[in-house]
């Protein structure tokens, strides 16, 4: 695992100076996921949505590596290599393999997952062994009552539980994940989506209590009104403000977030078409000269 002051320094999520000086490439290589939150969506041959959970297109481990191999060498700015869905990192099989490669490969990239942190303390040792540096846990919920609310269904261990029990279950999970994961030597990241009259009551103890727990940094981020939560309304900045000041009291807040999709690459904000990347490195054309 790289050093947290390396992380700290060249992380652009986790790091407000880092965020114009480095990117982060995503690789699409975890489809599946064992928890269904009602504001998410997946896609699998989307192009044209800036959003999480959405992939041009799925791509296979050796596929991942190639990816890898081909981006970083053509750009100086990569300093992540993040596995960020459509579905959760640590439920599919292809992560660790992937990531235990990269780190092998390219020991100088900071390895990043995002998880919804049902399975992480499970697999915290798997985990550190496969060369990940950086953890972020989207919790969105302090009470059980709450957490029903916001998700459908959680599977664990070959159960599909509903209601309360699943989202008992699941907070039990996120918040042993966080305390394993910061007991590990990791500097962990709290996403947790703002859903107005759903979880906004709940944020500031959620942020009093992950940074008890010893999380580094929280990432308030606007629901993007879908799925079965489509009827909701997207929070204002202003409002945003004002959550992230409360919660600023108890740690650091994120503030240049994107929301971006599973297939992101490039600057935060500056992203590029990882997939025409690709397709034109591959016919020997330089993909600067024709899209800039
Ligand atoms: Fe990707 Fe997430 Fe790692 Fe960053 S994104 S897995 S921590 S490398 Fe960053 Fe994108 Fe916001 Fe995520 S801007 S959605 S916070």
């Not at 919920?141 to 699941?170: C, N």
């Not at 703002?194 to 009551?201: E, L, T, Y």
Request: charge should be negative.
């Amino acid at each position: 695992m790289l050093s947290k002051r390396i992380l700290l320094d060249n992380h652009p999520c986790f790091s407000e100076g880092a965020h114009g000086r480095f990117g982060r490439l995503h690789l699409p290589v975890a489809p599946l996921c064992n928890v269904q939150c009602r504001y998410c969506v997946k896609k699998f041959d989307c192009a044209n949505e800036s959003r999480p959970a959405i992939t041009s297109r799925l791509l296979s481990r050796e596929e991942a590596v190639g990816r890898v191999e081909t981006l970083v060498d053509r750009s100086t700015n990569l300093s992540v290599i993040g596995i960020a869905g459509p579905g959760d990192s640590i439920f599919n099989e292809a992560t660790l393999p992937v990531c235990k490669e990269i780190s092998a490969r390219f020991p100088e990239l900071i390895l990043c997952i995002s998880t919804n942190g049902l399975l992480l303390a499970d697999r915290i040792e798997a985990i550190k062994e496969a060369g990940i540096s950086s953890i972020t846990i989207t919790i969105n919920a302090i009470t059980a009552a709450t957490a029903a609310r916001i998700y459908s269904w959680v599977d664990y261990e070959g159960e599909r539980l509903r209601g309360i029990e699943g989202a008992a279950l699941l907070l039990q999970k996120q918040y042993d994940g966080l305390r394993a994961a910061v007991e590990s030597g990791y500097a962990v990241k709290v996403n947790t989506v703002f859903m107005p009259g759903i979880n906004d009551k709940e944020i500031p103890l959620i942020a009093h209590r992950v940074a008890a727990e010893g999380a580094e940094i929280m990432n308030i981020m606007p629901v993007i009104p879908q799925g079965e939560f489509s009827w909701l309304r997207r929070p204002g900045h202003r409002e945003i403000f004002e959550i992230r000041a409360a919660c600023s009291l108890y740690l650091t807040q994120m503030s240049h977030c994107v929301q971006c999709r599973s297939d992101a690459c490039g600057l935060i904000g500056e992203d590029t078409d990882a997939e025409l990347e690709m397709l034109m490195a591959g016919l020997g054309v330089d993909y600067d000269a024709v899209v800039s």
